[in-house]
């Protein structure tokens, strides 16, 4: 077990602690649930242990398919060891169907199946309300070489492609996700989290949202449908 050291970093639902080893960091998940910016804020029980276990599962996953990334291991319910990279300031939207800011900003009716994936850059400073961007704001910004988001780019299609077909085994749409990266010894990773906090997960037959949407919108059954997500994946409930 690293020895945990100062915080680095507090999300909406987990912080990122240093350890003694400067090559790897903790991320603690939390309960707490926010939407819409802060505006609403709740508590979710057990949510930081299912979305540590979903992380563990997804992450894996997708190192076994080929996509580097900051995960190392599980250290016990909440926490999880990962390799602690230099985040970029803009996290990647990947939307295959359209929902949320997709349907306010364009109006397309939500739900509509989009004849290919849709990948939006936004920033990730909350004053700036996710604000998108597009690959040459980023140049300006300095944030990304051209090299860099043809990558990220690359990167976030194969996820998308692996994602919804391992979903759609477990009778899960895959609507849309937001992913983040990081440079870690030159590389560009897969960082963050892969959970029902950051994306959006419809059952295959009653298209009822599995997933935060569940809390933004008074649904309720919050804490059925993230374990439900749990359950289809590993058969664990908590």
């Known amino acids: 077990m690293p020895?945990?050291?100062?915080?680095?970093?507090?999300?909406?639902?987990?912080?990122?602690?240093?350890?003694?080893?400067?090559?790897?960091a903790v991320v603690y998940y939390k309960d707490e649930a926010m939407a819409y910016h802060?505006?609403?804020?709740?508590?979710?029980l057990g949510k930081g242990e299912i979305n540590n276990a979903i992380c563990e599962h997804l992450f894996t996953l997708l190192k076994e398919q080929g996509i580097e990334n900051h995960f190392v291991r599980k250290?016990?319910?909440?926490?999880?060891?990962v390799l602690r990279c230099e985040m970029m300031p803009f996290a990647v939207?990947?939307?295959n169907r359209v929902a949320g800011g997709m349907h306010t900003r364009t109006g397309l009716p939500v739900g509509m199946k989009l004849e290919q994936p849709v990948i939006e850059f936004v920033l990730k400073e909350s004053e700036m309300d996710d604000a998108l961007v597009n690959h040459t704001h980023l140049l300006a910004m300095k944030a990304a070489s051209?090299?860099?988001i043809e990558q990220i780019r690359y990167l976030s299609r194969k996820i998308n492609d692996i994602l919804s077909?391992?979903?759609?085994?477990?009778?899960?749409e895959l609507i849309d996700f937001k992913i983040e990266f990081g440079r870690y010894k030159g590389k560009i990773l897969l960082a963050d989290e892969l959970s029902p906090d950051t994306s959006r997960f419809w059952d295959s037959r009653t298209h009822e949202p599995l997933d935060i949407d569940r809390f933004r919108r008074d649904l309720g059954g919050v804490q059925e449908a993230y374990q439900e997500v749990l359950h289809r994946m590993m058969g664990t409930t908590f």
């Open 165 to 172: 077909a391992y979903m759609s085994e477990i009778d899960i």
């Open 93 to 95: 939207i990947v939307r």
């Open 146 to 148: 051209m090299e860099e």
């Open 75 to 81: 250290l016990d319910a909440r926490q999880s060891l």
């Open 3 to 24: 020895e945990i050291r100062e915080l680095i970093r507090e999300g909406k639902g987990k912080r990122v602690y240093a350890t003694d080893n400067p090559d790897l």
């Open 38 to 44: 802060g505006l609403k804020r709740g508590r979710i």
